[in-house]
Nanobody
Framework: QVQLVESGGGLVQAGGSLRLSCAAS????????MGWFRQAPGKEREFVAR????????YYADSVKGRFTISRDIAKNTAYLEMNSLKPEDTAVYYC??????????WGQGTQVTVSS
C-alpha cells in the first residue's frame, strides 16, 4: 500500500502560480511513476503530467505543456506540480496517483485549484 496526501491547492487569479505537493508514504519503494490528474465539475478526469520516479523523465498533457512542471524529491518521497500562467480552465480538483507499473494503483484525496478570471 502507498498513501498519498496532496496539498497546495487554493484560489488564485488568472496568470498566477501555485505549487502542488504529493507526499507518499508506505511502500514507496514500489513506485514506478507518479502522475497528476484533474477533474473539473461535469467533466471526466484528465491526465495532466507524469514523472518516472527513478529517472525523472517527465510527460505532459498538451494543455499544460510549457506552463506546468512536474518534479520529485526522492529523499522526501514527494512530487510537485509547479503551475504557472494559470487559466480559469485549469480550475479542477487535482489528484496525484502512483503505480508500480504502467497503471496507477493508489490515489490521493485531491486538492482544489480555483483560478478566477
Amino acid at each position: 500500500q502507498v498513501q498519498l496526501v496532496e496539498s497546495g491547492g487554493g484560489l488564485v487569479q488568472a496568470g498566477g502560480s501555485l505549487r502542488l505537493s504529493c507526499a507518499a508514504s508506505g511502500r514507496t519503494f514500489s513506485i514506478y511513476h507518479m502522475g497528476w490528474f484533474r477533474q473539473a465539475p461535469g467533466k471526466e478526469r484528465e491526465f495532466v503530467a507524469r514523472i518516472i520516479w527513478s529517472s525523472g523523465s517527465t510527460y505532459y498533457a498538451d494543455s499544460v505543456k510549457g506552463r506546468f512542471t512536474i518534479s520529485r524529491d526522492i529523499a522526501k518521497n514527494t512530487a510537485y506540480l509547479e503551475m504557472n500562467s494559470l487559466k480559469p480552465e485549469d480550475t479542477a480538483v487535482y489528484y496525484c496517483a502512483v503505480g508500480p507499473s504502467g497503471q496507477y494503483e493508489f490515489w490521493g484525496q485531491g486538492t482544489q485549484v480555483t483560478v478566477s478570471s
